[in-house]
């Protein structure tokens, strides 16, 4: 499937800047189409009254170069939120759960929600929100248009024992393979079964030593402590593809509080928007 990144930058009354990304088939965008500003019209109707869509950014060819549209193209300009009269905390998001039509789960991070339509952790639509909602999902769920990056396997993956799991300094953690597995830099692992907190799902390749068995650095946050490997972990050798989104469900509020997996740190908000550029 040929299949093209287009990102939504977004900018909140705070200053804060994120983006959003979306993959559009079947690619071969050089200027937003019909499709892309029918996305920004439906995210824009979620989003609160005071957080904006600045651009459009659709990728192309040569990474360091995409095209960038004013979000009101063909006009110029920024689109302010339609989706409530408060406002939407930007450390808040709500997960939206994706599925394909081949088995797999994406997961999009939508920031600017009006503080109206959940409690605490919950999600609670109002009907006028949640009918927005609806429109928003069920245009990404046209059949055509817009996928997801998912595990392509329907099958049981081969698994390979692992032992010591090490956590890196500042980043990252290394383990080492049986003598028969040979890994690249830049292959993408996920680790199973592990005991110790953040040594398990998707890691990528970092660097490989030895002669075998193999030892392999993986990125990533480094866990607090070696892994013990009374658990007997394992890894397995991931295949991703993009596939159509089948699905779109609400699933839950997240936030960046201590423990949760969401969101960058406040210190880079001047900054944000002008790297994304």
């Not at 920031?111 to 909602?133: H, K, N, Q, T, W």
């Not at 892994?227 to 050798?237: E, Q, R, V, Y």
């Not at 960046?256 to 740190?265: A, E, M, P, S, Y």
């Not at 210190?267 to 928007?273: A, C, D, F, I, M």
Request: hydrophobic share 35%.
């Amino acid at each position: 499937m040929s299949v093209q990144r287009v990102d939504l930058l977004f900018q909140a009354a705070s200053g804060y800047g994120w983006s959003e990304s979306y993959y559009y088939y079947p690619g071969g965008l050089t200027t937003p189409n019909v499709k892309v500003l029918q996305l920004v019209a439906d995210r824009r109707a979620i989003l609160s009254q005071d957080c904006s869509i600045n651009y459009i950014r659709i990728a192309s060819g040569y990474i360091r170069s995409p095209y960038l549209y004013d979000a009101a193209y063909p006009a110029t300009g920024s689109l302010v939120g339609t989706g409530g009269l408060d406002s939407g905390v930007d450390f808040v998001a709500l997960l939206l759960r994706l599925q394909g039509t081949i088995p797999g789960v994406g997961r999009l991070f939508l920031r600017g929600i009006p503080e109206a339509e959940y409690s605490g952790d919950v999600y609670s639509p109002s009907e006028f929100y949640l009918d927005a909602m609806q429109q928003f999902t069920s245009d990404l769920m046209d059949g055509s248009s817009w996928a997801i990056y998912t595990s392509a396997s329907t099958m049981a993956l081969e698994r390979y024992s692992v032992s010591a799991l090490t956590p890196l300094s500042p980043r990252g953690y290394t383990f080492q393979s049986q003598i028969d597995l040979v890994l690249e830099v830049g292959n993408k692992i996920r680790m199973h079964q592990a005991i110790e907190v953040g040594y398990n799902g998707i890691k990528k390749i970092v660097n490989q030593s030895g002669t075998g068995p193999f030892t392999y650095s993986v990125g990533g946050a480094a866990p607090t402590a070696a892994d013990s490997g009374t658990n007997h972990p394992f890894i397995t050798i991931p295949a991703f593809q993009h596939t159509l989104i089948k699905t779109a469900t609400p699933e839950r509020i997240s936030r960046r509080n201590t423990g949760r997996f969401f969101g960058q740190r406040r210190g880079r908000r001047s900054t944000v928007l002008a790297l994304r550029r």
